[in-house]
């Protein structure tokens, strides 16, 4: 079992930055894909980014691509989501997730946080 809360969320205007986290707690976080999805109201959830076992690898939705950075420490055994140059469109929930597999499939992850609410206003 591995438990996920993450932290960070609030409200930022259009340009700014905010850096979220998602701690893991459990056994075996570094054996994980960890990735950052989010869900806007009235829309299914999307995803954002995924990074490997180890962090050598990583992938972004073309939307974020170039202005957030997925990065983990797993002696903290925590993931982080840098978000840079926030856009009103980015406003949703956040959600952290661990899975077996480098996917950007939501079904694909076996544990989820609770989500962080990130408002970007205008």
């Known amino acids: 079992q591995v438990q996920l809360v993450e932290s960070g969320g609030g409200l930022v205007q259009a340009g700014g930055s905010l850096r979220l986290s998602c701690a893991a707690s459990?056994?075996?976080?570094?054996?994980?894909?960890m990735g950052w999805f989010r869900q806007a109201p009235g829309k299914e959830r999307e995803f954002v980014a995924v990074?490997?076992?180890?962090?050598?690898?990583?992938n972004y939705a073309d939307s974020v691509k170039g202005r957030f950075s997925i990065f983990r420490d797993n002696t903290k055994n925590t993931v982080y989501l840098q978000m840079n140059s926030l856009k009103p469109e980015d406003t949703a929930v956040y959600y952290c997730?661990?899975?077996?597999?480098?996917?950007?499939?939501?079904?694909?992850?076996?544990?989820w946080g609770q989500g962080t609410q990130v408002t970007v206003s205008s």
């Open positions: 459990g056994r075996s976080f570094s054996s994980y894909a």
């Open positions: 990074i490997t076992t180890r962090g050598a690898s990583t």
């Open positions: 997730a661990a899975g077996g597999y480098f996917t950007i499939t939501p079904s694909r992850y076996n544990y």
